[in-house]
Protein backbone atom coordinates (compact mmCIF):
# COMPACT_ATOMS: atom_id res chain seq x y z
CA UNK A 1 0.00 0.00 0.00
CA UNK A 2 1.09 3.42 -0.84
CA UNK A 3 1.12 5.38 2.43
CA UNK A 4 3.53 8.60 3.45
CA UNK A 5 6.94 7.31 4.07
CA UNK A 6 6.77 4.30 1.98
CA UNK A 7 5.87 6.49 -1.59
CA UNK A 8 8.49 8.67 -3.28
CA UNK A 9 6.16 10.02 -5.83
CA UNK A 10 6.09 13.20 -4.53
CA UNK A 11 4.70 16.39 -6.12
CA UNK A 12 7.12 19.65 -6.51
CA UNK A 13 6.50 22.38 -3.86
CA UNK A 14 5.30 25.45 -5.96
CA UNK A 15 6.24 27.77 -2.94
CA UNK A 16 9.47 26.39 -2.54
CA UNK A 17 10.26 26.94 -6.22
CA UNK A 18 9.16 30.78 -6.11
CA UNK A 19 11.71 30.62 -3.22
CA UNK A 20 14.35 29.15 -4.78
CA UNK A 21 13.89 31.66 -7.69
CA UNK A 22 13.13 34.54 -5.36
CA UNK A 23 16.85 34.22 -3.47
CA UNK A 24 18.35 33.29 -6.75
CA UNK A 25 16.71 37.03 -8.01
CA UNK A 26 18.21 38.79 -4.62
CA UNK A 27 21.46 36.94 -5.21
CA UNK A 28 21.67 38.62 -8.68
CA UNK A 29 20.36 42.07 -7.46
CA UNK A 30 23.27 42.18 -4.98
CA UNK A 31 25.59 40.67 -7.20
CA UNK A 32 24.37 44.13 -9.35
CA UNK A 33 25.29 46.82 -6.91
CA UNK A 34 28.89 44.70 -6.39
CA UNK A 35 29.19 45.38 -10.12
CA UNK A 36 28.40 48.72 -9.90
CA UNK A 37 30.90 49.23 -7.06
CA UNK A 38 33.68 47.44 -8.80
CA UNK A 39 32.86 49.31 -12.44
CA UNK A 40 33.05 53.01 -11.19
CA UNK A 41 36.81 53.14 -10.51
CA UNK A 42 37.78 51.36 -13.15
CA UNK A 43 35.97 53.41 -16.05
CA UNK A 44 36.85 56.44 -14.08
CA UNK A 45 40.21 55.67 -14.87
CA UNK A 46 39.55 54.78 -18.52
CA UNK A 47 37.35 57.60 -19.06
CA UNK A 48 40.44 59.94 -17.91
CA UNK A 49 43.02 58.05 -19.97
CA UNK A 50 40.62 58.37 -22.89
CA UNK A 51 39.35 62.03 -22.11
CA UNK A 52 35.64 60.13 -22.76
CA UNK A 53 32.69 63.40 -21.90
CA UNK A 54 30.14 62.78 -19.53
CA UNK A 55 27.43 61.70 -22.25
CA UNK A 56 26.39 59.00 -22.52
CA UNK A 57 28.58 56.77 -20.43
CA UNK A 58 28.78 58.54 -16.99
CA UNK A 59 25.08 59.86 -17.63
CA UNK A 60 24.35 56.04 -18.34
CA UNK A 61 26.25 54.78 -15.43
CA UNK A 62 24.14 57.34 -13.22
CA UNK A 63 21.08 56.38 -14.49
CA UNK A 64 21.56 52.54 -14.21
CA UNK A 65 22.58 53.22 -10.62
CA UNK A 66 19.21 54.60 -9.80
CA UNK A 67 17.39 52.12 -11.63
CA UNK A 68 19.45 49.06 -10.18
CA UNK A 69 18.47 50.74 -6.53
CA UNK A 70 14.88 51.18 -7.41
CA UNK A 71 14.77 47.42 -8.76
CA UNK A 72 16.26 46.12 -5.34
CA UNK A 73 13.95 48.47 -3.84
CA UNK A 74 11.18 46.67 -5.86
CA UNK A 75 12.54 43.52 -5.46
CA UNK A 76 12.50 43.68 -1.72
CA UNK A 77 9.12 45.18 -1.18
CA UNK A 78 7.20 43.54 -3.37
CA UNK A 79 8.54 39.90 -3.86
CA UNK A 80 5.57 38.05 -5.39
CA UNK A 81 4.84 40.91 -7.50
CA UNK A 82 5.68 40.28 -11.53
CA UNK A 83 8.59 38.26 -11.08
CA UNK A 84 8.92 37.75 -14.70
CA UNK A 85 8.72 41.37 -15.74
CA UNK A 86 10.98 41.88 -12.83
CA UNK A 87 13.67 39.72 -14.54
CA UNK A 88 13.13 41.13 -17.96
CA UNK A 89 13.39 44.21 -16.84
CA UNK A 90 16.69 43.55 -14.74
CA UNK A 91 18.22 42.32 -18.42
CA UNK A 92 17.14 45.33 -20.01
CA UNK A 93 19.24 47.46 -18.01
CA UNK A 94 21.96 45.26 -18.25
CA UNK A 95 22.08 45.04 -21.75
CA UNK A 96 21.67 48.80 -22.29
CA UNK A 97 24.37 49.97 -19.75
CA UNK A 98 26.53 47.16 -21.77
CA UNK A 99 25.99 48.54 -24.97
CA UNK A 100 26.58 52.13 -23.48
CA UNK A 101 29.87 51.07 -22.34
CA UNK A 102 30.68 49.54 -24.98
CA UNK A 103 30.05 52.03 -27.25
CA UNK A 104 31.88 54.90 -25.49
CA UNK A 105 35.30 52.79 -24.84
CA UNK A 106 35.63 51.61 -28.34
CA UNK A 107 38.53 50.03 -27.86
CA UNK A 108 38.09 48.74 -24.28
CA UNK A 109 34.57 48.74 -25.33
CA UNK A 110 35.73 44.82 -26.55
CA UNK A 111 36.82 43.92 -23.13
CA UNK A 112 33.16 44.88 -21.86
CA UNK A 113 31.33 43.04 -24.52
CA UNK A 114 32.23 40.10 -22.86
CA UNK A 115 29.45 40.96 -20.28
CA UNK A 116 26.59 39.94 -23.36
CA UNK A 117 27.33 36.85 -22.68
CA UNK A 118 27.69 36.86 -18.83
CA UNK A 119 24.45 38.36 -18.88
CA UNK A 120 22.77 35.89 -21.19
CA UNK A 121 24.45 32.72 -19.69
CA UNK A 122 23.77 34.15 -16.10
CA UNK A 123 20.23 34.52 -16.46
CA UNK A 124 19.63 31.26 -18.50
CA UNK A 125 21.47 29.14 -15.68
CA UNK A 126 19.70 31.08 -12.96
CA UNK A 127 16.09 31.25 -14.28
CA UNK A 128 15.74 28.82 -17.40
CA UNK A 129 16.09 28.79 -20.92
CA UNK A 130 12.82 31.71 -21.25
CA UNK A 131 15.30 34.26 -19.80
CA UNK A 132 18.39 33.16 -21.71
CA UNK A 133 16.14 33.74 -25.07
CA UNK A 134 15.50 37.11 -23.99
CA UNK A 135 19.11 38.01 -22.86
CA UNK A 136 20.12 36.82 -25.67
CA UNK A 137 17.84 38.54 -27.87
CA UNK A 138 19.13 41.56 -26.15
CA UNK A 139 22.01 41.05 -26.55
CA UNK A 140 21.83 40.90 -30.46
CA UNK A 141 19.78 44.18 -30.34
CA UNK A 142 22.52 45.54 -28.78
CA UNK A 143 24.93 44.57 -31.27
CA UNK A 144 23.09 45.74 -33.71
CA UNK A 145 22.42 49.25 -32.16
CA UNK A 146 26.34 49.14 -31.67
CA UNK A 147 27.35 48.49 -35.26
CA UNK A 148 24.71 51.17 -36.04
CA UNK A 149 25.41 54.42 -34.16
CA UNK A 150 29.41 53.87 -34.38
CA UNK A 151 31.25 54.29 -36.85
CA UNK A 152 34.41 52.44 -34.57
CA UNK A 153 32.34 49.23 -34.61
CA UNK A 154 31.25 49.47 -38.40
CA UNK A 155 35.24 50.24 -39.52
CA UNK A 156 35.60 47.08 -37.42
CA UNK A 157 33.23 44.74 -38.51
CA UNK A 158 35.11 41.47 -37.62
CA UNK A 159 35.14 42.21 -34.27
CA UNK A 160 31.60 43.19 -34.33
CA UNK A 161 30.20 40.38 -36.23
CA UNK A 162 32.57 38.10 -33.60
CA UNK A 163 30.34 39.65 -30.84
CA UNK A 164 27.03 39.19 -32.97
CA UNK A 165 27.97 35.52 -33.33
CA UNK A 166 29.13 34.89 -30.05
CA UNK A 167 25.89 35.98 -28.31
CA UNK A 168 24.31 33.30 -30.17
CA UNK A 169 26.63 30.26 -30.29
CA UNK A 170 27.78 30.43 -27.17
CA UNK A 171 24.20 30.72 -24.99
CA UNK A 172 22.54 28.53 -27.67
CA UNK A 173 25.59 25.63 -26.57
CA UNK A 174 25.20 26.36 -23.27
CA UNK A 175 21.09 25.33 -23.24
CA UNK A 176 21.70 22.38 -25.21
CA UNK A 177 24.32 21.28 -21.85
CA UNK A 178 22.43 22.39 -19.51
CA UNK A 179 19.27 20.63 -21.07
CA UNK A 180 21.35 17.35 -21.13
CA UNK A 181 23.10 17.94 -17.60
CA UNK A 182 18.79 18.20 -16.53
CA UNK A 183 17.69 15.48 -18.55
CA UNK A 184 20.42 13.43 -17.11
CA UNK A 185 19.24 14.88 -13.58
CA UNK A 186 15.68 13.79 -13.84
CA UNK A 187 16.85 10.19 -14.66
CA UNK A 188 19.06 9.75 -12.14
CA UNK A 189 16.19 11.25 -9.89
CA UNK A 190 13.98 8.49 -10.90
CA UNK A 191 16.32 6.19 -11.03
CA UNK A 192 16.80 6.97 -7.00
CA UNK A 193 13.17 7.05 -6.06
CA UNK A 194 12.55 4.04 -8.21
CA UNK A 195 15.17 2.22 -6.30
CA UNK A 196 14.18 3.53 -2.95
CA UNK A 197 10.38 2.37 -3.61
CA UNK A 198 11.12 -0.79 -4.44
CA UNK A 199 13.32 -1.18 -1.20
CA UNK A 200 10.32 -0.48 0.31
CA UNK A 201 7.61 -2.24 -1.32
CA UNK A 202 6.86 -5.85 -2.50
CA UNK A 203 7.58 -6.14 -6.53
CA UNK A 204 4.40 -8.68 -6.77
CA UNK A 205 1.65 -6.58 -4.92
CA UNK A 206 3.14 -3.42 -4.68
CA UNK A 207 2.24 -3.21 -0.57
CA UNK A 208 4.83 -2.18 1.96
CA UNK A 209 7.55 -4.78 2.33
CA UNK A 210 8.63 -6.51 5.73
CA UNK A 211 11.66 -3.90 6.03
CA UNK A 212 8.64 -1.06 5.57
CA UNK A 213 6.34 -3.17 8.00
CA UNK A 214 9.27 -3.05 10.38
CA UNK A 215 10.40 0.56 10.46
CA UNK A 216 6.59 1.61 10.76
CA UNK A 217 6.34 -0.81 13.21
CA UNK A 218 8.91 1.02 15.55
CA UNK A 219 7.47 3.71 14.52
CA UNK A 220 4.51 3.56 16.02
CA UNK A 221 6.20 2.15 19.21
CA UNK A 222 8.58 5.05 19.82
CA UNK A 223 4.88 7.40 19.18
CA UNK A 224 3.44 5.09 21.64
CA UNK A 225 -0.02 5.31 21.15
CA UNK A 226 -2.20 2.18 21.62
CA UNK A 227 -2.55 0.13 18.13
CA UNK A 228 -3.81 -3.59 17.20
CA UNK A 229 -1.29 -5.52 15.29
CA UNK A 230 -3.07 -7.55 12.53
CA UNK A 231 -1.25 -11.09 11.36
CA UNK A 232 -3.22 -12.49 8.45
CA UNK A 233 -2.34 -16.46 6.51
CA UNK A 234 -4.85 -16.97 3.75
CA UNK A 235 -5.82 -20.96 4.12
CA UNK A 236 -6.02 -22.93 1.07
CA UNK A 237 -3.38 -20.78 -0.69
CA UNK A 238 -1.06 -23.98 -1.31
CA UNK A 239 -3.86 -26.01 -2.90
CA UNK A 240 -4.17 -22.83 -5.73
CA UNK A 241 -0.67 -23.12 -6.29
CA UNK A 242 -0.61 -26.77 -6.67
CA UNK A 243 -3.75 -27.03 -9.05
CA UNK A 244 -3.22 -23.89 -11.20
CA UNK A 245 0.12 -23.19 -10.86
CA UNK A 246 2.13 -20.21 -9.33
CA UNK A 247 0.56 -17.76 -11.96
CA UNK A 248 -2.56 -18.12 -10.57
CA UNK A 249 -1.05 -18.14 -7.26
CA UNK A 250 0.50 -14.66 -7.87
CA UNK A 251 -2.96 -13.37 -9.51
CA UNK A 252 -4.73 -14.27 -5.94
CA UNK A 253 -2.31 -12.49 -4.00
CA UNK A 254 -2.34 -9.49 -6.30
CA UNK A 255 -6.47 -9.87 -5.57
CA UNK A 256 -5.67 -10.03 -1.83
CA UNK A 257 -3.48 -7.20 -1.97
CA UNK A 258 -6.02 -5.08 -3.40
CA UNK A 259 -9.04 -5.93 -1.14
CA UNK A 260 -7.22 -5.38 1.22
CA UNK A 261 -5.83 -2.03 0.13
CA UNK A 262 -9.52 -1.08 -0.61
CA UNK A 263 -10.22 -1.96 3.30
CA UNK A 264 -7.64 0.46 3.92
CA UNK A 265 -8.93 3.43 1.67
CA UNK A 266 -11.65 3.06 4.07
CA UNK A 267 -10.16 3.30 7.16
CA UNK A 268 -6.71 5.48 5.78
CA UNK A 269 -5.32 5.06 9.32
CA UNK A 270 -4.12 1.68 8.68
CA UNK A 271 -1.03 0.84 7.23
CA UNK A 272 -0.76 -2.92 5.64
CA UNK A 273 2.16 -4.66 4.18
CA UNK A 274 2.92 -8.08 2.45
CA UNK A 275 5.78 -9.88 4.77
CA UNK A 276 6.13 -12.99 2.16
CA UNK A 277 4.42 -15.78 0.48
CA UNK A 278 0.55 -15.48 1.69
CA UNK A 279 1.14 -13.42 4.86
CA UNK A 280 -0.32 -10.21 5.35
CA UNK A 281 0.33 -7.69 8.24
CA UNK A 282 -1.74 -4.72 9.47
CA UNK A 283 -1.04 -1.77 11.55
CA UNK A 284 -4.12 -0.53 13.02
CA UNK A 285 -4.25 2.26 15.29
CA UNK A 286 -8.01 2.10 16.61
CA UNK A 287 -9.83 0.93 19.83
CA UNK A 288 -11.24 -2.51 20.72
CA UNK A 289 -14.67 -2.17 19.32
CA UNK A 290 -13.84 -1.08 15.80
CA UNK A 291 -11.08 -3.89 15.85
CA UNK A 292 -13.99 -6.65 16.65
CA UNK A 293 -15.92 -5.27 13.50
CA UNK A 294 -12.43 -5.06 11.53
CA UNK A 295 -11.24 -8.11 11.45
CA UNK A 296 -15.22 -9.66 10.27
CA UNK A 297 -14.88 -7.29 7.50
CA UNK A 298 -11.42 -8.14 6.56
CA UNK A 299 -12.38 -12.18 6.53
CA UNK A 300 -15.45 -11.45 4.64
CA UNK A 301 -13.63 -9.63 1.70
CA UNK A 302 -10.96 -12.35 1.56
CA UNK A 303 -13.21 -15.23 1.88
CA UNK A 304 -14.95 -14.36 -1.60
CA UNK A 305 -14.40 -15.93 -4.76
CA UNK A 306 -11.06 -15.70 -7.29
CA UNK A 307 -10.21 -15.67 -10.61
CA UNK A 308 -13.66 -14.65 -11.58
CA UNK A 309 -15.11 -17.68 -9.52
CA UNK A 310 -12.29 -20.33 -10.18
CA UNK A 311 -11.02 -19.85 -6.59
CA UNK A 312 -13.88 -20.40 -4.21
CA UNK A 313 -12.17 -22.00 -0.77
CA UNK A 314 -10.00 -19.61 -0.13
CA UNK A 315 -10.44 -17.98 3.83
CA UNK A 316 -7.84 -16.44 5.77
CA UNK A 317 -6.64 -16.31 9.67
CA UNK A 318 -6.34 -13.87 11.63
CA UNK A 319 -3.68 -13.28 15.10
CA UNK A 320 -4.24 -10.00 17.04
CA UNK A 321 -1.94 -8.71 19.55
CA UNK A 322 -2.50 -4.88 21.04
CA UNK A 323 0.73 -2.52 21.90
CA UNK A 324 0.99 -1.64 24.67
CA UNK A 325 -1.21 -4.36 26.48
CA UNK A 326 -0.12 -7.55 25.13
CA UNK A 327 3.68 -6.50 24.70
CA UNK A 328 6.26 -2.84 24.59
CA UNK A 329 8.35 -4.35 22.10
CA UNK A 330 8.13 -4.91 18.34
CA UNK A 331 9.26 -8.39 18.49
CA UNK A 332 7.27 -9.73 21.43
CA UNK A 333 4.14 -7.96 20.01
CA UNK A 334 4.84 -9.74 16.51
CA UNK A 335 5.37 -13.06 18.08
CA UNK A 336 2.13 -13.32 20.14
CA UNK A 337 0.00 -11.72 17.02
CA UNK A 338 2.01 -14.37 15.25
CA UNK A 339 1.16 -17.21 17.89
CA UNK A 340 -3.05 -15.89 17.85
CA UNK A 341 -2.83 -16.69 14.42
CA UNK A 342 -1.63 -20.18 14.51
CA UNK A 343 -4.07 -20.71 17.05
CA UNK A 344 -7.09 -20.26 14.37
CA UNK A 345 -5.21 -21.96 11.93
CA UNK A 346 -4.90 -25.28 14.18
CA UNK A 347 -8.95 -24.82 15.31
CA UNK A 348 -11.65 -23.25 12.69
CA UNK A 349 -9.55 -21.33 10.24
CA UNK A 350 -11.03 -18.28 9.19
CA UNK A 351 -11.73 -16.49 11.65
CA UNK A 352 -9.71 -14.34 14.12
CA UNK A 353 -7.96 -14.48 17.62
CA UNK A 354 -7.46 -11.32 19.70
CA UNK A 355 -4.78 -11.92 22.83
CA UNK A 356 -4.69 -9.23 25.26
CA UNK A 357 -4.25 -8.78 28.65
CA UNK A 358 -7.10 -7.51 29.69
CA UNK A 359 -9.56 -9.77 28.03
CA UNK A 360 -9.56 -13.43 30.78
CA UNK A 361 -10.65 -15.79 28.02
CA UNK A 362 -7.43 -14.31 25.97
CA UNK A 363 -9.30 -14.17 22.89
CA UNK A 364 -12.48 -13.34 21.05
CA UNK A 365 -14.19 -15.54 19.03
CA UNK A 366 -16.00 -14.16 15.60
CA UNK A 367 -17.66 -16.89 13.30
CA UNK A 368 -17.93 -15.79 9.87
Not at 140 to 162: D, K, P
Not at 316 to 337: E, F, H
Request: aromatic residues 12%; hydrophobic residues 45%.
Amino acid sequence: MKKRRYTTRHVPCNSSDFTDLYTEEIKQAYTRVIYIAILIPILGYLTRKLSIGQWPLWWGIGAYTILTSAHLYFLKRFPHLAPSLRKIFAIFIDIVITTVIVFSLKDYGFIFSLLYLWISLGNGMRFGPRFLFTAMSLSMAGIVILYMASAYWREHIVETGYMFLATIILPLFMLRLMRRIHLHREQLKKLLEDTEYNALHDSLTGLANREAFNSELERYITEKKPFYLLFIDLDGFKKINDQLGHHAGDMVLKSVADRLNELCRQNPSLFVARLGGDEFVIIAPTDQNRMVELAPEILQSLSRPYLSGKVTHLSASIGISRYPDDATSASVLKRKADQAMYAVKQSAKNDFNIISRKNPANKYRQDV
